[in-house]
């Protein structure tokens, strides 16, 4: 089992950076494939980016690609998403997210949902 817990987010300009993390405890975090999430009010949860148990890969929503990056450090059990060329329809709140089955292709596919979320934080991106 492994719990997580999301830090950074806040506000932001259009065409800001923001980094959002994401701590891992419990288990080793290799043993998971990683992933991060958003939700808008009023709108379905959606996929943002995904990454490799070893951290060779790595995939993202259209939306992001090109802006945004995901990587994950498994000896501090730490994830980022460094997100950058921020938009105001990038708001919402940002979930992360760990499976120890699915492979990291089936997340960032939406077949099937990761077992473990965190609480989610909000970035708000202003125009």
């Known amino acids: 089992q492994v719990q997580l817990v999301e830090s950074g987010g806040g506000l932001v300009q259009a065409g800001g950076s923001l980094s959002v993390s994401c701590a891992a405890s419990?288990?080793?975090?290799?043993?998971?494939?990683m992933g991060w999430f958003r939700q808008a009010p009023g709108m379905e949860r959606e996929f943002v980016a995904a990454?490799?148990?070893?951290?060779?890969?790595?995939y993202y929503a259209e939306s992001v690609k090109g802006r945004f990056t995901i990587s994950r450090d498994n000896a501090k059990k730490m994830v980022y998403l460094q997100m950058n060329s921020l938009k105001p329809e990038d708001t919402a709140l940002y979930y992360c997210?760990?499976?120890?089955?699915?492979?990291?292709?089936?997340?960032?596919?939406?077949?099937?949902?990761?077992?473990?979320w965190g609480q989610g934080i909000q970035v708000t991106v202003s125009s």
């Open positions: 419990g288990r080793t975090l290799g043993s998971y494939a």
């Open positions: 990454i490799s148990r070893s951290g060779s890969g790595t």
């Open positions: 997210s760990a499976d120890e089955s699915l492979p990291t292709r089936n997340i960032a596919q939406g077949m099937g949902v990761p077992t473990y």
